[in-house]
């Protein structure tokens, strides 16, 4: 683990402990210490068993990846939900934006493909990728959206975005792994 990669995990920690902070108010504050924590700890314990099993590597720098893409979704999700009613539009939007930043944090960081060749290839097959997990992400928002579990409207949001974000980032892991960047 380098200094890049822990510098990457703590803005990841601080990046959840924003959305945490959405949801819990000043209680939420304490996170800006755990999560930044938990983040390195993650890393470094997925980097010392990825040694043996390189899935598990991959799959903790995805993990983290897919934090702080989150994170762009829910944040690009509010700016465009402040400026206009709900829309799964602009749930749309926000899911591709968070998958661009994705494609380039996971292609050369999670999966370490540096190489440029079949580069176009590549790139079709990661949003072909992308754009069935895009369905697979609004899809779920829209079931979760419909159930009602008593929270506030802005926190059942976050909650319906970070849900359909797990959902979809299992096919995306997948897909990502044993498809596009394959070695």
């Excluded at 991959?58 to 944040?75: E, H, M, T």
């Amino acid at each position: 683990m380098n200094k890049k990669d822990i510098i990457f995990a703590i803005i990841c920690g601080v990046s959840v402990a924003w959305i945490m902070t959405d949801l819990l108010g000043k209680i939420g504050l304490i996170f800006f210490i755990i999560f930044p924590a938990l983040s390195v700890l993650g890393l470094w314990t997925t980097e010392c068993l990825g040694k043996k099993y390189p899935f598990i590597k991959q799959s903790g720098r995805f993990f983290l990846v897919g934090s702080f893409a989150d994170v762009i979704d829910i944040k690009i999700f509010q700016f465009l939900f402040f400026i206009a009613p709900f829309s799964l539009f602009f749930k749309a939007i926000s899911f591709l934006v968070a998958t661009f930043v994705k494609y380039w944090q996971n292609k050369y960081w999670a999966f370490e493909k540096n190489d440029k060749d079949g580069i176009k290839k590549e790139a079709f097959q990661f949003f072909a990728i992308t754009l069935i997990g895009l369905g697979i992400n609004v899809v779920s928002f829209y079931y979760f959206g419909k159930i009602n579990v008593g929270l506030p409207e802005h926190i059942w949001q976050e909650l319906c975005i970070i849900f359909s974000a797990l959902v979809a980032a299992l096919w995306n892991f997948l897909g990502y792994k044993f498809v596009v960047f394959k070695k």
